[in-house]
RNA sequence: GUGGGUAUGGCGCAGUUGGUUAGCGCGUCAGGUUGUGGCCCUGAAGGCCGUCGGUUCGAAUCCGACUAUCCACCCCA
């Protein structure tokens, strides 16, 4: 236990068998946005700070307080990337994507940095999928966004989480807004929570969400933001949820739902779970107007969510989703003795290169040890190789399931034991042995 | 940044009101005759009981600080 060090606080390790489990995860989200007509978009880990400051909000807790800020060598302040929308509509700009047929639909996978105090799901060094649709005003592309979200959960067959809505407005009706609900707030400044009388300065709109029993009585006859939408937000917000009720998706408008970022305007939504502790927004979103513009751009709508991964992971977890076991090898070959151990590994290399995973001994172990090497391994197909073998250039291969034993000739190694491994695992349906990487059904 | 819980071999746990070689399960490794897995049996390796300091004749067991971790607040994915 003297370790020189261990994993910084707020990351962690993901190990072979949780790996190969998010490794599926993420294909399937790829592959879902992807149905949705995005494409995956890579951006750097780091970016120049002001980018965030800028883009994410001066004033945000992000900002502020959690983020890996520092200076490399060449004197320049580079940040970890927080989040993932500034850093895509950054690439957006930069190179003229906005010259490509509008809208401009991304998707990524990316790890994000916070430093934060970390609890349950909530760590340091995060991933986020994110989606953003660049270039579109349409409700229906905030709707089709939340389909997205909502393809996924439903995809991973969950059900024990619900998405709320609500529209924070343009500039415009939010200025007014926030006005009003100062004013009312501060008539009642007194009775206020500690953490509110802070929130009054920075963020009024948080107080309408606070938990404390005082604070939430006096936000019951709060100013409403719906109330104070302009008539475009209003219709706009409407036709979103015109839409989603077309798809059939389930939502609550909750007028409570205030998102940190900056960034956001109009349409905002949260996919939350009870299922995963106090952090329990799985997936946010909504659109980001001004944005672009902010960032150096012509003015140009655009809409986008976050979900975090490890969310994502303890709500599977939670639900008790199955997932697919991982790959197996699909023969261990044992040497009888060291002088074999050439033989065996040159087949080893030969059905390797036809696509197989095989395993052999390296260590020159007893065969009795080899074979429950193999069966921990979970190897598919078992054979050992001594002087019978060699001296007739055939080989009995055990089938670890059933302990079927059949006779191979090593001359056409390649052949027969593709015949046999896709006879085995297919029932007789020939299929290429690449082909089941990562596929895991459906 | 604030508050609470927890810190014993790789993992999960015991360790009785402080007492002398710190146990158990799982796992790992090696055997159970001659070239074969999953069950069973035997044996072995592996822990300065988070760190530092204090109380005591004596502490994994009591006290303090620190650190880590978990949970919650704040905030967010």
Redo the contacts with the bound molecule.
């Keep these: 236990?003297?370790l020189l060090t261990?994993?910084?606080?707020?990351?962690?390790d993901v190990l072979p068998d949780e790996s190969y489990k998010l490794r599926y995860l993420e294909q399937r989200l790829m592959n879902s946005a992807r149905l949705f007509g995005f494409r995956e978009i890579r951006t750097p880990v780091f970016e120049h700070t002001e980018l965030f400051l800028r883009g994410v909000g001066e004033t945000?807790?992000?900002v502020q307080?959690?983020m890996y800020t520092f200076e490399d060598n060449g004197k320049r302040s580079v940040t970890l990337r927080?989040?993932g929308?500034a850093g895509c509509v950054r690439a957006f700009l930069e190179h003229g994507l906005y010259n490509e047929a509008l809208p401009q639909k991304y998707c990524y996978l990316t790890s994000?940095y916070?430093y934060?105090?970390?609890?349950?799901?909530?760590?340091?060094e995060?991933?986020?999928f994110?989606v953003e649709a660049l270039g579109s005003d349409a409700p229906a592309e905030d709707a089709e966004i939340i389909a997205l979200a909502h393809h996924i959960f439903d995809l991973f067959g969950l059900d024990n989480i619900r998405l709320e809505i609500n529209s924070i407005g343009c500039p415009a009706c939010r200025k007014n807004f926030q006005a009003a609900l100062r004013s009312y707030f501060e008539s009642h400044l007194g009775d206020l929570c500690e953490?509110?009388r802070?929130?009054l300065a920075?963020?009024p709109m948080?107080?309408l969400?606070?938990?404390?029993p005082v604070c939430s009585a006096i936000a019951k006859d709060a100013p409403k933001v719906l109330d104070y939408l302009c008539e475009e937000c209003q219709t706009h917000f409407g036709e979103v949820q015109k839409y989603l009720k077309a798809m059939h998706i389930p939502f609550t408008v909750n007028p409570t739902i205030?998102?940190?970022?900056d960034y956001y305007t109009k349409t905002v939504f949260?996919?939350v779970s009870d299922a995963?502790?106090?952090?329990?927004?799985?997936?946010?979103?909504g659109r980001y107007d001004g944005l672009v513009e902010e960032l150096g751009g012509q003015p140009l709508p655009a809409c986008g969510?976050?979900?975090?991964?490890?969310?994502?992971r303890l709500l599977l977890g939670a639900g008790g989703i199955e997932f697919p076991p991982d790959d197996r090898p699909a023969l261990y070959i044992?040497p009888?003795?060291r002088e074999f151990s050439f033989e065996a590994m040159r087949l080893t290399d030969r059905l390797r290169g036809e696509g197989f995973e095989v395993l052999t001994d390296v260590?020159g172990?007893?065969?009795?040890?080899?074979?429950?090497?193999?069966?921990?391994k979970?190897?598919q197909f078992?054979?050992?190789?001594?002087?019978?073998?060699?001296a007739s250039h055939t080989?009995?291969f055990?089938?670890?399931?059933?302990?079927e034993?059949t006779e191979l000739d090593l001359d056409r190694l390649n052949e027969e034991f593709s015949g046999l491994w896709s006879n085995a695992v297919f029932g007789g349906f020939p299929d290429k042995p690449n082909l089941t990487l990562l596929n895991g059904g459906k």
């Design positions: 236990m003297a261990k994993a910084p606080r707020g990351t962690a945000t807790d992000v307080k959690e927080p989040e929308t994000c916070r934060e105090k970390p609890q349950a799901g909530r760590l340091r995060f991933h986020q994110g953490t509110c802070d929130r920075r963020n948080r107080i969400d606070c938990k404390s205030v998102r940190g970022l949260e996919f995963i502790g106090a952090q329990g927004t799985v997936c946010g979103g969510f976050g979900m975090g991964i490890e969310r994502l044992a009888a003795s260590s172990r007893s065969v009795k040890a080899q074979m429950k090497f193999a069966d921990k979970r190897a078992t054979t050992v190789l001594g002087d019978a073998e060699v080989a009995k055990k089938n670890m399931d059933n302990g034993v």
